[in-house]
């Protein structure tokens, strides 16, 4: 426990553990959202090189397009995150973790090189 928690009765300690556990987890799960999120934007980027749908946008590179369009940080991300795509078919496991959002885009990338 905290030491500044020590001179607060009991009800009120077990009062604030319970709110910290529960905005923990509501934290926990954002996070996983943004990491699902990412896994969705990894293949729907690859879909698009696939496609050449870029090209029909304008944009002579998928990278170009997404750092454009704000999808990601930068043309280098977006390599990144297509080159991830092709690495993790021949690793289900990585991609699985990745996809469920238990795995950030960084370190599935780094399983995967």
Avoid: Q
């Amino acid at each position: 426990m905290h030491p500044a928690f020590r001179s607060l009765p009991p009800e009120a300690v077990s009062a604030l553990e319970e709110e910290a556990r529960r905005v923990d987890a509501e934290l926990r799960e954002l996070v996983r959202r943004g990491r699902l999120a990412e896994c969705e934007l990894a293949y729907k980027l690859a879909y698009v090189e696939r496609r050449g749908l870029h090209r029909a946008l304008g944009c002579a590179a998928v990278s170009t397009y997404a750092a454009k369009n704000g999808y990601t940080d930068s043309p280098g991300k977006a390599r990144d995150l297509i080159k991830l795509v092709h690495d993790l078919e021949r690793l289900p496991l990585v991609r699985a973790a990745f996809c469920a959002g238990e795995l950030e885009w960084t370190k599935a990338r780094t399983m995967a090189s």
